[in-house]
């Protein structure tokens, strides 16, 4: 007769199996995903978003905290855990996550607002906008109310919001035909003259001013990126064109998810250097055979396109505004750069 043990101690047995399994899945996941990096992450999003709506857009921080920095939060609830104060005599704004992980961001007028770090360089001296003096053709000075029903219609659509969806907190629409601006309108504390963050649209302009310099023969788009992270002898990254940037065919290893833990929102809101970030990054597949969007070849760009610019941050806000902005007149965009450029 075989000897058994109660039956009642292998429920122990297996509950302490179980504690264990979870603990060790619980330590995995904490190296692999770093709930530190997240939280810094989106620390450092609250932060630089308070900050450009207070002190460039002229906007409620605790509004724009409610709605746009805690819906886009990846875990519900986790907004709760983020105390923020708004330093208005010094242009700063600090925020905190269960006070444990903090960030800082400062700004500086004429260049926006900069995640602050240790290793920051200095920040660029203050420069005031260039404001324009000559007729706007492309819309008066007062909003244009939607002539066209249709138009008008649409616009009530795309603002409305309805029980049971997503929240859109749409905040400005602008119609524009045969160079004109036909139709508009804005959500209550925006306008006009209200800024807003242009987001990825700022890949464009990247993309047009590495045009100007094509133009003007000082780069080829077929050309080796030459990053220094690339430079070793026989590192397959070596083949990556400013081309294959563009075309966001760069092969590199870096998703972007927008969760927190993916290295695009990390590169934005957790480093200083962000394209020396953003080129660490292996290859996940041969340059230019496959299409992944991703903000880490942007970034890469903008690195290259400061250098042969030149001057700093100040230079390049003088060229933009000469080859592009002004041209186009924009005059009063606010360019940003990270703590590499000063």
């Known amino acids: 007769m075989l000897n058994q043990k109660p039956s009642s101690m292998q429920p122990k047995r297996i509950g302490r199996w179980i504690g264990s399994a979870i603990l060790l899945a619980a330590v995995v996941l904490a190296i692999v995903y770093r709930p530190d990096r997240f939280a810094k992450a989106v620390v450092g999003w609250t932060v630089h978003s308070l900050c450009a709506a207070v002190f460039t857009q002229g906007l409620d921080p605790d509004t724009t905290f409610r709605e746009l920095v805690q819906p886009r939060i990846p875990i519900p609830g986790m907004?709760?855990?983020?105390v923020y104060r708004v330093d208005r005599s010094g242009s700063s704004v600090n925020a905190s996550f269960a006070g444990v992980v903090h960030a800082s961001a400062q700004f500086t007028t004429?260049?926006?607002c900069r995640l602050k770090y240790p290793d920051d360089l200095p920040s660029p001296s203050a420069r005031s906008l260039q404001t324009t003096s000559q007729v706007d053709t492309f819309a008066p000075s007062t909003i244009v109310a939607p002539t066209d029903s249709t138009i008008a219609a649409a616009m009530d659509r795309v603002f409305a919001e309805r029980p049971q969806e997503p929240i859109k907190?749409?905040?400005a629409i602008v119609v524009v035909k045969n160079d004109r601006v036909i139709a508009e309108r804005y959500a209550p504390s925006f306008g006009i003259d209200t800024p807003l963050l242009s987001n990825s649209v700022a890949k464009s302009f990247t993309n047009a001013l590495l045009g100007i310099l094509v133009r003007q023969g000082?780069?080829?788009?077929?050309?080796?990126v030459g990053a220094p992270e690339w430079a070793q002898?026989?590192?397959?990254?070596?083949r990556i064109t400013i081309e294959h940037l563009l075309q966001m065919r760069s092969g590199l290893d870096a998703e972007e998810t927008e969760t927190g833990f993916d290295p695009a929102t990390q590169m934005l809101f957790s480093h200083s250097d962000m394209a020396g970030f953003a080129a660490q990054h292996g290859l996940k597949v041969p340059p230019g055979t496959q299409w992944e969007?991703?903000?880490?070849?942007?970034?890469?760009?903008?690195?290259?396109?400061?250098k042969i610019v030149g001057g700093g941050a100040a230079g390049m806000r003088e060229f933009a505004g000469r080859e592009l902005f002004i041209p186009l007149n924009m005059r009063n965009v606010t360019m940003e750069f990270d703590g590499r450029c000063s």
Do not use: A, C, E, F
Request: proline content about 8%.
């Open 218 to 224: 000082r780069l080829r788009v077929d050309q080796p």
């Open 233 to 238: 002898p026989g590192d397959p990254r070596g």
């Open 169 to 171: 907190d749409v905040k």
């Open 79 to 82: 907004g709760r855990l983020i």
């Open 293 to 306: 969007y991703t903000s880490i070849n942007t970034l890469i760009l903008d690195r290259l396109l400061g």
């Open 110 to 112: 004429g260049y926006g």
